[in-house]
């Protein structure tokens, strides 16, 4: 039996290591599904006690008032996500300060993150093997480069892909919450002026948020999005500074968090909302002309490296140049 089963490798190019590293990788991998699915079941009872809702939160719901977040996947894709509950409750937020507020949002993306964690190495290794194997449609040049990878390189290799497909949706997600961040921060100010606007205009506050969302659903999304969210929980029956606080977490963004702030003391100590958003709005303006003001006094300080790494070879070739040319032609001879 074992020579037939040597013969038989050695007729598709395989060697004992490879297969008994494969078939070591697929029962690590089948044994770690088995128990995680046998530890992840729950009591059904439980389960559809959970599920059960109040007729009076339906309704809620179905008229937009109150939606869903973002939830924590259960069962198997639960091994990608942090194991300490506050690093969970962190990675929540940030799927909602990159506006993704669905509750199958860490779903798909844990679901993403696990399968280029574990397709890309599969992928490779079935390469690997399709490579060794006689009469594949395997490009010669990519057959030859596969075949002189040592036990090392392949390696190598496969830690490479696995940590670059469990990183990369990660690094994705964060520059999601920047450009999100980034568009709200220039677009929070022109908010705050129609907020102004309006309230000078005899509107209240939850009607001139409304508006001032209504009015830039289609200029910033993001501020809309986030103003109409805040007054539906505030119509849902949440307090006002509890909605307001809850629209700075999700944005991230300091001036929208002095605006809940702002609302919060002006309603507390019963400043009225016009002077206060007219203060603040002042205020605003002014920090935004001084961060113009910080980035243009940076640019000069950012260009001189630039220019020295340009001009300070082309001075040395001129200055030095000449010299060893005439060098060249006295000592050449």
Known sequence: MSAYFTDLLTRFGLSLDMVLLVAFGLGAGLLFVSLVVLLGQKNAAAVRIAQTRTAKADARFERGLLRDTVRTPKGILRIALPTNEDERRKMELKFRQAGYVTPTAMRVYTSVRMLLGFGLP????????????????????????????GRLGIMQIIAVMVAVGYYLPALWLNSRV????????????????????????????????????????????????????????????????????????????????????????????????????????????????????????????????????????????????????????????
Request: glycine share 6%; charged share 20%; proline share 5%.
């Open 122 to 149: 599969a992928a490779f290794i079935l390469a690997l093997v399709a490579a060794k194997l006689p009469g594949l449609p395997v490009p010669e040049a990519l057959a030859s480069r596969l075949n002189g990878l």
């Open 178 to 333: 920047t450009e999100r961040r980034l568009r709200i921060t220039e677009s929070f100010p022109n908010a705050l002026d129609l907020m102004q606007v309006a309230t000078e205009a005899g509107l209240g506050f939850d009607a001139a948020m409304t508006r001032v969302g209504n009015e830039l659903a289609g200029v910033s999304p993001e501020i809309a999005f986030e103003f109409l969210s805040a007054q539906h929980q505030i119509s849902a029956g949440r307090s006002r500074d509890a909605a307001l606080m809850t629209m700075a977490e999700n944005t991230g963004v300091d001036m929208v968090r002095s605006f809940a702030t702002v609302v919060s003391q002006s309603i507390q100590f019963g400043t009225p909302m016009a002077e206060a958003l007219t203060t603040y709005a002042a205020e605003m303006r002014l920090e935004r002309e001084l961060k113009a003001q910080e980035m243009a006094n940076k640019l000069p300080v950012k260009m001189s490296g630039v220019l020295a790494s340009l001009m300070l070879p082309a001075v040395v070739l001129v200055t030095i140049g000449p010299v060893v040319i005439r060098y060249i032609r006295v000592f050449g001879d």
